[in-house]
Each structure stands twice: as C-alpha cells, then as structure tokens.
C-alpha cells in the first residue's frame, strides 16, 4: 500500500527555516517524480516545487525560487523541502505527492495521485 508521511512543519519566525520530509512506505521512490504542494485556508492547492525520478531535473514556483530547495535521499525513500528565509506567506498545510504510475518527470496537479496527510507550516512573528 503506499504510503507518504510528511514531517518537520511547524511554527517559525519570519526569515527562519525549516526541513519538510516526506516519508514513502510500499514502493520504492526511485522511479517517481515526486511534487510538494501547498494549500493555504481559502485558496487552491498550488505547486511548490517538484524533482525528477533519475536525473536531477527540478520545478520551483516563482514565489519560492532562491529560497526553497528540493532534494531526495533513494536510499531512505525519503524526499525532503528545505525551506529557507520564510515568509507568512508561506504558512499552508505542505503536502507532498507521487503519481500513480512510475515516471520519470511530473509537476502539474492532475499528474499526482497519491497524497500524503500534509503538515502544517506557520511563519509568523
């Protein structure tokens, strides 16, 4: 069955960091595109940034460009979001995403369909 489990959100002050993970359970990472996304009260998912399954590529929306990175450690099926100089409009629920089937690239919304349960990342002095 898979599996995503994100962790590391929490509260942080305007200009801190965090490190999102997300945890893959009952499939191998290796071979999927992997998505964060977020979703702040009121308004729509929206892509965050995404990476590829094999050969580096990454997304990184506008907003976040310079600020967030993405990276994944296959050994561990893990994907992380290390989020730096954040701001409130940052704070949403951070979820993040595979697709159904093995692929090498995916960054649009409709791509994904397996989601983990979201974590919740507050910037706010």
């Known amino acids: 069955q898979v599996q995503l489990v994100e962790s590391g959100g929490g509260l942080v002050q305007p200009g801190g960091s965090l490190r999102l993970s997300c945890a893959a359970s009952g499939f191998t990472l290796d071979y999927y595109a992997i998505g964060w996304f977020r979703q702040a009260p009121g308004k729509e998912r929206e892509g965050v940034s995404c990476?590829?399954?094999?050969?580096?590529?990454?997304y990184y929306a506008d907003s976040v460009k310079g600020r967030f990175t993405i990276s994944r450690d296959n050994a561990k099926n893990t994907v992380y979001l290390q989020m730096n100089s954040l701001k409130p409009e940052d704070t949403a629920v951070y979820y993040c995403?595979?697709?159904?089937?093995?692929?090498?690239?995916?960054?649009?919304?409709?791509?994904?369909?397996?989601w983990g349960q979201g974590t919740q990342v507050t910037v706010s002095s």
């Open positions: 990476i590829s399954s094999s050969d580096g590529s990454t």
């Open positions: 995403a595979v697709p159904q089937k093995s692929r090498l690239w995916a960054c649009r919304l409709a791509d994904f369909g397996s």
